[in-house]
């Protein structure tokens, strides 16, 4: 039995399938939509996954010929509602997400690793995020990797939903 090859975590560039992209990101989001849940992943054109990789690093996984999960690192945002991501210091990832297809294999914990590497390296003291508040289950595995609840945000009407707005420290040990 041959085993699939490890997966491949590297920036977006001109030669990704922006369309499958999207798709993807679509199923991974479709979930949280059965729930009732909008977040801008589960509706978002393909000039909005362009616009949103180009916000930051975009970064691919890709499994073989396949993409399995995708995420976009941001530098502090100085025009940004939210006063953490104008924070300096403060880095924040966004579209994270891992094809339905690929779950239950560790991947978003790869891609996750990887994301607070790449953002330490380029300076960041802290990583931050936003999720749905009704988000239990998500809110859960950010926990588990080092996340603390330290705010909330509302993007509505682009969602439908509060938001949680959770921060780790990426200079208090090796990235979770």
Excluded at 105 to 122: D, I, S
């Amino acid at each position: 039995m041959t085993l699939p090859p490890a997966p491949m975590i590297r920036p977006v560039n001109a030669d990704d399938d922006l369309e499958r992209l999207t798709k993807l990101i679509h199923a991974a989001y479709a979930p949280h939509a059965k729930l009732g849940l909008r977040y801008w992943g589960t509706h978002q054109s393909v000039e909005d996954t362009v616009e949103r990789f180009a916000s930051g690093t975009g970064l691919v996984m890709v499994e073989g010929d396949d993409y399995v999960g995708t995420a976009t690192l941001r530098p502090p945002q100085p025009d940004s509602a939210v006063a953490l991501y104008r924070d300096p210091v403060v880095w924040s990832l966004c579209q994270f997400c891992i094809s339905p297809n690929a779950k239950g294999r560790g991947y978003g914990k790869q891609l996750h690793v990887y994301a607070t590497r790449f953002a330490l390296q380029a300076g960041a003291q802290m990583l931050a995020l936003d999720t749905a508040k009704p988000a239990a289950a998500l809110i859960t595995m950010y926990e588990s990797w080092g996340y603390r609840v330290v705010g909330a945000c509302d993007w509505q009407p682009l969602t439908n939903y509060t938001s949680v707005l959770m921060a780790r420290s990426l200079t208090d040990g090796p990235p979770a």
